[in-house]
T-cell receptor
Framework: KQEVTQIPAALSVPEGENLVLNCSFT??????LQWFRQDPGKGLTSLLL?????REQTSGRLNASLDKSSGRSTLYIAASQPGDSATYLC??????????????FGTGTRLTIIP | NAGVTQTPKFRILKIGQSMTLQCTQD?????MYWYRQDPGMGLKLIYY???????DKGEVPNGYNVSRSTTEDFPLRLELAAPSQTSVYFC???????????FGPGTRLTVL
């Protein structure tokens, strides 16, 4: 059974610092891994999608890496800003026990950027 | 494009009542999904659809039903609401099963 873990559950850093969020998954047979951002009381916004054949994706100040063999992904945020404060979720796309494709989510890391 | 839209944003139900959560996407995506998000838990898949007329169960389908008569719409039906169905419900869509999923803003449902 695929399990996705995000540690820590919460993180506070001063504005301007670079930071790394971690995601680990137990089954390396994945189609892709996606990082989302969720603001309080809001839906999920897709940040980056890494296909299983890729090693990393970049968008602005965000860089996501994928190491399938070790079951790990990191989301790197450069020069953090207060507007980056949100919960960050990672999710892996894989085949379920029933043979259909599904997305398994981690429980997220709540990030607070201190001005 | 409006993307994925959901209505209502909030709803309070009494035990035993029924309701339909609406989801519409205007991106011509074949794949659509319903998730629930409970505090401290990851999102759990309720039902999904790979195209009009085709639906299938996810991890937590009990107490829910879906239909997919058009590509755009994927409503979720609660027939006999129970307190355990208090949650935030998200609808999502994707172009393919390995493409990224786009999420709606969610419906916050409370069953008292």
């Amino acid at each position: 059974k695929q399990e996705v873990t995000q540690i820590p559950a919460a993180l506070s850093v001063p504005e301007g610092e670079n930071l790394v969020l971690n995601c680990s998954f137990t089954d390396s047979a994945i189609y892709n891994l996606q990082w989302f951002r969720q603001d309080p009381g809001k839906g999920l916004t897709s940040l980056l999608l890494i296909q299983s054949s890729q090693r990393e994706q970049t968008s602005g100040r965000l860089n996501a890496s994928l190491d399938k063999s070790s079951g790990r992904s990191t989301l790197y945020i450069a020069a953090s800003q207060p507007g980056d404060s949100a919960t960050y979720l990672c999710a892996v796309s894989h085949i379920s026990n029933f043979g259909n494709e599904k997305l398994t989510f981690g429980t997220g890391t709540r990030l607070t950027i201190i001005p | 494009n409006a993307g994925v839209t959901q209505t209502p944003k909030f709803r309070i139900l009494k035990i035993g009542q029924s309701m339909t959560l609406q989801c519409t996407q205007d991106m011509n995506h074949n794949y659509m999904y319903w998730y629930r998000q409970d505090p401290g838990m990851g999102l759990k898949l309720i039902y999904y659809s790979v195209g009009a007329g085709i639906t299938d169960k996810g991890e937590v389908p009990n107490g829910y039903n879906v239909s997919r008569s058009t590509t755009e719409d994927f409503p979720l039906r609660l027939e006999l609401a129970a307190p355990s169905q208090t949650s935030v419900y998200f609808c999502a869509s994707s172009y393919s099963k390995i493409g990224g999923q786009f999420f709606g803003p969610g419906t916050r449902l409370t069953v008292l």
